[in-house]
């Protein structure tokens, strides 16, 4: 494997289309025909819960090929105490530059950076096949859940800093961020600032569908 040389750095205001269109490239027909994950960080950065800080792209020979940001998110426990939790997505490689370790060197970068903010614990949804190896463990190893006692496989949790949980149950509250998504006539009109791409059907979509909809008994 031929590695590039590489700079990590934070994402600033001429870095937001190539950013947009790096995440289009990556997630087109992944998990359903199209994508929104770049009208997703397009409104990202102006909510409440963006950190700025922590918007990171890699770059090699003066091109963005891949790039992660995080949000604030919570957790709240039966008796109403919070904790401060992030969450990062989308979380992006170049499909070019994708199983060649750009990822994981981003990914560990940016908690390096997250603990050095005080961040001590990481949540998000995503495939446990991709997120394991970087330390991520189930929701329910430390009983944390969704309203309603729910334990979706794909909520995975990491401590940046260990022993965080002491087996209190807790419920995830993520960030509203991704509200806009919604308006499937936003995103579209969204998308005409790139250039064409057909939508289709790919097996990821199945897979997608099939971790998104599975959970776990406590």
């Known amino acids: 494997m031929n590695r590039k ?66 949000l604030k998110s919570k957790l709240i426990d039966e008796n109403g105490n919070e904790k401060e939790t992030i969450s990062f997505g989308p979380v992006c490689v170049h499909p070019k530059y994708q199983r060649m370790g750009y990822g994981k060197i981003l990914i560990e970068h940016s908690f390096e950076k997250a603990k050095e903010m005080g961040f001590d614990t990481v949540i998000i ?40 949980f002491d087996g209190r149950r807790w419920f995830y509250h993520e960030s509203d961020a991704s509200a806009p998504c919604a308006d499937e006539e936003a995103v579209e009109n969204f998308d005409k600032n790139f250039p064409p791409k057909e939508k289709g059907w790919q097996p990821s979509q199945e897979e997608f569908f099939i971790h998104s909809h599975s959970g776990l008994n406590a």
């Open 125 to 164: 949804f995503g495939n446990p096949d991709n997120y394991v190896a970087r330390g991520f463990k189930s929701c329910i190893r430390f009983n944390v859940c969704l309203d309603g006692g729910y334990f979706p496989a794909p909520l995975l949790v990491k401590e940046l800093k260990e022993n965080q």
């Open 5 to 70: 040389n590489y700079i990590i750095r934070n994402e600033n205001k001429n870095d937001y289309f190539a950013v947009e269109n790096l995440t289009r490239e990556s997630f087109w027909n992944l998990s359903f025909p199209g994508c929104n994950e770049h009208y997703f960080i397009h409104v990202m950065r102006d909510h409440k819960d963006f950190i700025p800080e922590l918007a990171l792209v890699m770059e090699a020979d003066g091109e963005i090929i891949a790039n992660i940001m995080y």
